[in-house]
């Protein structure tokens, strides 16, 4: 038999630690084989003592490479014109991508075979071979970063009564079979890559922008950070009822509560964008990144209907009450806005998903000025000015001059505004 070097079969003199490197290429792409004893010019040379290198290379490929190798591999003595070669005999893993133990998920340490040679691999390719091994759903496949800590995340369980000892870990999904942490583990902790961004408008557009503020680490402490950031903008309106006083904030709490972690539990983390909330005089906006999963239309979810995009997220944010039933976050913002004229807006879009809150005082400051009378209008504007003038009244009416004399001399009349000064001097103020 001739030996050659092929994109299938590799020779080598004699073992030393690359022979690792070319059985993860090997497991990594369409499988081969490995002939110790055979020179790189295909001399055979033999090994010694064959049963003592069959026993290294088996240590070689179970402590040496993750995940676990054994099955996939075969080790074998060849006779060959009186001496004693190894052949090793790789197959294409269903775990890929596999790697070095010592070196872990980066290019350092995972190899493919390109023509005659085992090379690494990059990131992005590293990342499809997740995909391909463990499937489609993000937050179940195995993380790049492996080297992972959870100082905000182990507060937050043990806050909350829940274990996060390695055995629930493993029970929570956030470590799999073969013991890698899974992007559940990567979104809970302090490495977390994704970020949400808030921005602060004045008015109702984005011409005149305030400020922003980006938000990182576990999603555990994006929600706190994030729901206590908005707030500081949900201002309170109060009103008499008989002889109470009632408070009405911009936004129910529940409504951007659950638009929060609709937000975060429900995004496409494949893909590396922000979530956006943007913070308007009349509305917040949540944008999160990815549409609604695929067979679910905007009827369905408006209706309950539930099919969560990150299942282990959404069963750890169960688990830690911060959602108490799958299916009911939209429903509950439709509720927690019921008597109100304009209801939030839910818009999917191919790659995102808008959720709008409107300002409840903004709306209802509004419809009040729309049935409130002329005289009302002038007296709301006085409240909120030392003094006025008869254009000022002209503006906020609408009208002419003669209109505008005629309501202020009507409430001169009612005894509730005084006139100061003459000609252009003209003043109008509150009588105490």
Do not use: W
């Not at 950070?225 to 904030?249: A, C, G, M, P, Q």
């Amino acid at each position: 038999m001739d030996y050659r070097e092929s994109y299938t079969t590799e020779l080598k003199e004699v073992i030393n630690t690359d022979l690792k490197k070319e059985v993860i290429a090997f497991a990594n792409a369409d499988g081969g084989e490995i002939y110790v004893g055979v020179t790189k010019h295909g001399k055979v040379i033999g090994v010694e003592d064959v049963e003592f290198e069959m026993e290294r290379i088996s240590n070689m490929i179970r402590d040496g490479i993750k995940p676990d190798l054994t099955s996939f591999t075969s080790i074998n003595e060849i006779k060959h014109d009186g001496v004693t070669i190894i052949r090793v005999t790789v197959y294409r893993g269903s775990k890929r991508p596999y790697h070095l133990s010592d070196k872990g998920l980066k290019p350092s340490g995972v190899y493919v075979r390109h023509g005659v040679t085992s090379v690494p691999v990059s990131d992005e390719m590293i990342r499809q071979m997740i995909k391909d091994s463990d499937g489609t759903s993000f937050d179940k496949v195995r993380s790049i970063n492996q080297e992972l800590t959870f100082s905000y995340a182990e507060k937050y369980f043990r806050d909350s009564s829940v274990s996060f000892e390695e055995n629930n870990k493993r029970t929570l999904m956030l470590i799999n079979d073969d013991g890698y942490y899974t992007n559940a583990a990567l979104l809970l902790s302090d490495q977390c890559e994704h970020t949400i961004k808030c921005a602060v408008y004045n008015g109702t557009g984005k011409i005149n922008f305030q400020t922003r503020k980006e938000f990182a680490g576990s999603i555990l402490r994006q929600v706190d950070e994030v729901y206590e950031y908005i707030n500081l903008f949900n201002n309170k309106n109060s009103t008499i009822d008989n002889l109470k006083r009632v408070d009405h904030l911009d936004y129910p709490e529940y409504a951007i509560r659950e638009a929060l972690l609709n937000t975060i539990v429900h995004r496409d983390y494949d893909y590396s964008g922000s979530i956006l909330i943007n913070i308007f005089d009349d509305r917040i906006e949540f944008v999160s990144i990815g549409g609604l999963v695929k067979g679910l239309t905007l009827i369905d979810i408006m209706g309950g209907v539930s099919q969560t995009r990150n299942t282990i997220i959404a069963n750890i944010f169960y688990r830690l009450e911060l959602i108490e039933s799958y299916g009911a976050g939209i429903q509950r913002i439709i509720e927690s806005y019921q008597g109100n004229k304009i209801q939030p807006l839910f818009s999917p879009a191919p790659a995102s998903f808008l959720v709008v809150l409107p300002n409840q005082n903004y709306i209802v400051e509004n419809k009040r000025e729309e049935i409130l009378s002329n005289e009302d209008k002038v007296m709301n504007l006085l409240k909120r000015k030392d003094y006025i003038n008869r254009r000022d009244v002209e503006e906020i009416l609408g009208c002419s001059a003669f209109p505008a004399t005629k309501v202020l001399n009507t409430l001169i009349k009612q005894d509730k505004i005084l006139r100061i000064g003459s000609a252009r001097a003209t003043r109008y103020i509150l009588k105490n």
